[in-house]
């Protein structure tokens, strides 16, 4: 388990089956990620069951924020890993009642300790939107760099969205 003073980052257990759902089915979300439809809790629980925690592997990594009282607050994920070029693409949500309270920054910065002391990554890069200033300033505030933008390159309702590639060579 990592830990700092604020959050702690830990494996995914059974009982995270009810925050894996809402933040999967969150419609919100889907405009920065890769779904555009719902998961089942069946299926979130096959992947619950399925998953070894080992990047290895799985060839991603996601890990529950919660505060030292247990309160799940969030998740972040290593994903789209490349062993050869030792990189991984960042994922992290924050839930929206525990927003703009560290809690991102806090898990951020063990997620890129881990990756630097752990897993001896070379990078890690994220995709942002342009327009969310938050996520720009958390991942800028972690030592991130913005190395381009990409136009046009998320499909919205209302068009499509440049973002921004955040990259931070470790």
């Known amino acids: 388990m990592l830990s700092d003073n604020l959050t702690r980052l830990r494996a995914l257990e059974p009982d995270d089956l009810d925050i894996l759902y809402n933040v999967e089915n969150d419609v919100a979300l889907w405009a920065v990620g890769n779904t555009n439809a719902p998961y089942s809790r069946e299926v979130l629980r096959q992947y619950l069951l399925s998953t070894t925690c080992d990047i290895y592997t799985d060839k991603q990594l996601r890990l529950v924020v919660e505060t030292h009282d247990g309160e799940a607050v969030g998740m972040v994920d290593l994903l789209s890993f ?12 924050t839930l929206a009642a525990h927003r703009q309270k560290g809690y991102g920054r806090s898990a951020l910065r063990q997620l890129v300790g881990y990756s630097r002391e752990v897993l001896h990554l070379h990078q890690l890069y994220a995709y942002v939107a342009s327009d969310n200033q938050p996520s720009l300033r ?3 505030s ?4 913005a190395a381009c933008e990409l136009r046009d390159w998320l499909k919205t309702s209302s068009g499509y969205q440049s973002v921004v590639l955040m990259q931070l060579i470790i």
């Open 82 to 93: 490349d062993a050869m070029n030792a990189r991984a693409e960042v994922g992290i949500v």
């Open 138 to 140: 958390l991942f800028q």
């Open 142 to 145: 972690c030592g991130f760099v």
